[in-house]
Structure formats: C-alpha cells, structure tokens
C-alpha cells in the first residue's frame, strides 16, 4: 500500500505539472499541531496537501494526509529509555471529475489508507460515480458525490471467526457531503461527511466528519482549526476503540 501511496502522489503531481501551461494549479499544503484520541493519544505534527486542476469541463482533485508521532519513554530516574511510536497513519485520494454542466459530474475515485494502530493493515477502494452540486454562490458550496466502489480490506487478524483470510474483497459504496460557507471575505467554515458501506453486509461500515475554520492572513496564509472523527464499525477485539479523532491546528499555504 505504499506503493499505491507513492502512486497516487506521483500521478497528482505528475498531471499538475503536465497541465500546469493549460489550467491554473490550485495547490493547498498544511504543517499542523495534532492531538489525536480514541486508539491513540499523541501530541505532534501533522502534514496535508491538496492538488486542484481545473481544466475546461475537468478537474482532477488530489489530497493526501500523514500523521506520525513518537513518545519518548523514561524510567524513574529520568534516564532515557526508549521511543515508541505513538501514531502512524497516512491515506491519499485521487479524484477525477467531468463535468456535464455546472450541476452534474461524472466522478471516478481511487484512494488508499494505512494505520499502524487501526484493524487494517491497509485499506484500498476504486470506482465510477457522480457530483451533484446542490448549491454555488458567493457564500455556499454544497456538494454530494456518491461513487460505486470495489474495496480490499486487509486485516491485522482474520476478518471472519471461522476463516485464516485476513484480505476481505468486496463490492462497495461511498456517498459524501462537501460544504463551505464564506463567512466573510477572509474567513469560511466547512464541513465534511463521509460514509462507506459494503453492499453485502451493512454491517461493515465506515464514518467519517471534518469540521474546520479556516482565516486568511495574507493572499498565501491562513491559519486553520480542525476536528475529524473516523468510525469503523467491525474493529479487532485488540482495538480499543471504534473511533479515532484528530484536532489540527494548522498553518496553510496556498498556491
């Protein structure tokens, strides 16, 4: 899964870089305190990048996420003792978009996720879909993407009681939920919402929300807030939590 991670960011910057004389490039990077919760509790730094590359009638949408953090141990004395790695989580997606009109796209997806303290060793998905955009003005952008997906799950331990499979292949669906207000000419809020499901058991399930405000202080800076929550529904028995949350406090570069 590394591999498709290092896939999947080359191919977004190889295609900004190819389209870079057609279409402005819309590159968004954060550097982010986080104060993660649920299976893991960290204090570190976190890393985003988002690529847009609007080209008349398309657009291809590239973000990727790292989050690493280690704690350093020490015994009664105060002598250094080892490091353990307290956090260790990526995921990167790879969006294309082609629009019909300013309402309808078609959409195809492909990501992937890694998370050394999750019960996945990897998760990887990929399938056709489409963009209804609900709402664009000066102040709102709403949009829904529902995309039809076949997903490979590889767990940490056997998926089933009766079975030595740790790789669980299945058809699958994702819809979301992708708002932004402009709350004044610097300023805006957004909200994100995400669920994924397998067709064949419901139970096997996927959530997720981002909430962030994000204020600019120059035509390049911003200073962003965030808090996202992703829920799993079938967790390991040696997995403490369903749900692992995220709090970034970022600074913002676009260009």
Same mark, same amino acid.
Do not use: H
């Given at each position: 899964?590394?591999? @498709? &991670? $290092? +896939? @999947? @960011?080359? %191919?977004?910057?190889s295609v900004a870089l190819s389209a870079a004389d057609d279409a402005k490039v819309a590159t968004h990077a954060e550097l982010s305190y986080a104060n993660t919760g649920g299976n893991t509790e960290s204090q570190n730094l976190a890393g985003n990048l988002k690529i847009n590359i609007p080209i008349p009638d398309h657009e291809i949408r590239f973000v990727g996420n790292v989050l690493y953090a280690n704690n350093d141990n020490f015994d009664v004395n105060g002598s250094y003792v080892d490091t353990t790695t307290? #956090?260790? *989580?990526w995921d990167a997606e790879l969006n294309y978009d082609y629009n019909f009109n300013e309402v309808v796209a078609f959409n195809y997806i492909a990501g992937a996720k890694g998370d050394k303290f999750s019960s996945f060793v990897y998760q990887a998905y990929t399938g056709p879909g $489409? /963009? &209804? %955009?609900?709402?664009k003005n000066d102040s709102h952008n709403l949009k +829904?993407?529902?995309?039809? &997906?076949? /997903?490979w799950d590889?767990? *940490?331990?056997p998926y089933q009681v009766d079975s030595n499979d740790t790789l669980h292949e299945y058809a699958g669906y994702q819809v979301s939920m992708d708002y932004t207000f402009q709350i004044t000419e610097t300023t805006k809020f957004m909200q994100y919402a995400m669920y994924r499901s397998e067709f064949e058991d419901t139970t096997n399930y996927f959530a997720k929300s #981002?909430?962030? &405000?994000?204020?600019k202080m120059s035509d390049i800076f911003s200073l962003g807030l965030s808090y996202t929550i992703d829920y799993t529904n079938h967790k390991a028995a040696t997995v403490p939590s369903h749900t692992d949350s995220v709090f970034l406090a970022s600074l913002i570069a676009d260009f």
């Open positions: 899964m590394k591999r @498709l &991670l $290092a +896939f @999947l @960011l080359l %191919t977004g910057m307290t #956090k260790n *989580r $489409a /963009i &209804l %955009t609900a709402v +829904f993407q529902g995309n039809v &997906l076949w /997903i590889e767990y *940490r331990q #981002k909430t962030a &405000l994000e204020s």
